[in-house]
């Protein structure tokens, strides 16, 4: 496990600086969430809302819990903007997973050491995927004391409920981290790296908001994982067994085919 | 032993190894000439996987470069013609993490050994490096685990003259104990000097193979000005402008002296014909 050890050293960095932003992000919102249930900005938050396009409301997800001063709409209004901010870290992190070696070269010393590509492959993802469970366990933590400070919340109901959120969020970052690593294994340099990540991360969001919007487009909904982890329809309806179905498919898919291609091309030095 | 049978690459359409074939004997050092762009690196690079040959193999101590790639590598160290290793880590750390993958403990102690030799710091972050240095990084890493074989990629660009007799001196142990060592080069003198056997490459094809043992007995090139032209079956006329004619000659000196007489020149200078007076004989017989 020496390549695995080797990718969480070289990835600690960049993970815990993303984990420390999100993190201060999210508590920063949750502070500011008793300021929301004053009568005061209840009207402000209220008037505002009432002003917007009920479609554009739907495209934030605030279609059918706008109600601010419940610490679920808010939080989960909070949290969609997490998950692309988590969505972007870990699309990037998988994009440069494989490819970042051989732009810099360092490669070169990895694969001249005893090992087999297919172990370099899996060490680096399972490392990869190790740094992600962690960003995520240090939010869930986050929102949780967050919650217990900021909201009425006990810490059973607090623990179940963003349980459930960041479960669906881990869930769809393996979606985008399998995306991400096929990518990997096939774009020429990581120098392009970002727009690959941009193309997927706001691609699957674009198609989430037309397929909301426009009827005869609904079925992009399925291309559009975030759309599947919404607070507002994680609380109605939880992640549908079709989603699910695509999203293990997906995953399993794209990174077959990662390490299939990875194994069979010629390392670019 | 590495044995090359047949290689050949392409990059989309466009050839890079042709038919290349050549070995490397136990306990040999081999050279592996050619300009910039010969293929030399390509075929570096197959014997040690990173790339996958279009067709042809090559076997290293009778295991295959492609499928038992990992088993090479543990008795196999390489220097890359460029080391970029990573940047944040000092040079302990990159022993260090060879060392994992090696015998750790007798990697580290003879780790310790060639820094030592090669003066080099390994507090130092790899980034901070001269080339140089990053190649005296490379150099350790590939002799710590004694490796039974060694591909070097012009392993002394960059490296002072100093450092460049002590890896030789290093290298020649290593043969002197069995180890099989390929080593390309661009520096004709150092693969006269330290080498075996030389394989010239051009545009992705071997042209010949010499052994420098034989090169010992030297070819002398002599440049004789005025007289009458020498007619011996030893001797080759490779140039004559005006009163000058330049021979090649592969006999016996005294012979040499009594065709000399013979020709009653104004002038004449005696030579050995180095390395690289054959070399460059040689790419322009290519050129033409």
Redesign the interface.
Known sequence: MHIFALELRNSWKSTVLWTIALGLIIWLMLAFFPAMQSESMQAVAGAKLDSIDPALLQIFGIESLADFTQITSYFGYVLQYITIAIMVFITQTAVATLVKEETEGSIELVYSMPVTRTQIFWQKSLAILASFAMMILTLYIVTNIGYLLYSEYGLVESLQETGMFYGAVLFIGLIYFSTGLLLSSVIPSSRVGTAFVLAVVFGTLMFGIMGSLIEKLSFMMYMAPMEWVKVSKLMNEGIRPIELGIGVLVTLISMLMALFIYKKRDLRL | MIQVNHLQKYYGKQLAVEDVTFSVKEGEILGFVGPNGAGKSTTI?IL?????PSSGNATINGKDVVTE???I??F?G?V?S?????EHMTVDE?IR??S??HAGKTYIKEAERLCELFELNVTNKFGQLSTGNKKKVAIV??LASKPKVLILDEPTNGLDPLNQRRLFQELGDQASQGATILLSSHNLSEVQEYCDRAVFIKQGRILTEIDLKEIQKPRKLVTVVGGQQIRHPDMELLEHSNSKRIYRYHGDSNVLLALLQQAVPNDFIVENESLEARFMDLYAKEEQ
């Open positions: 690079r040690l996987n990173f790339i996958y790639s990992q088993e590598k543990r196999t390489y890359p460029d080391v970029r290793y990573y990159l993490l060879n994992n993958f890493c590939a």
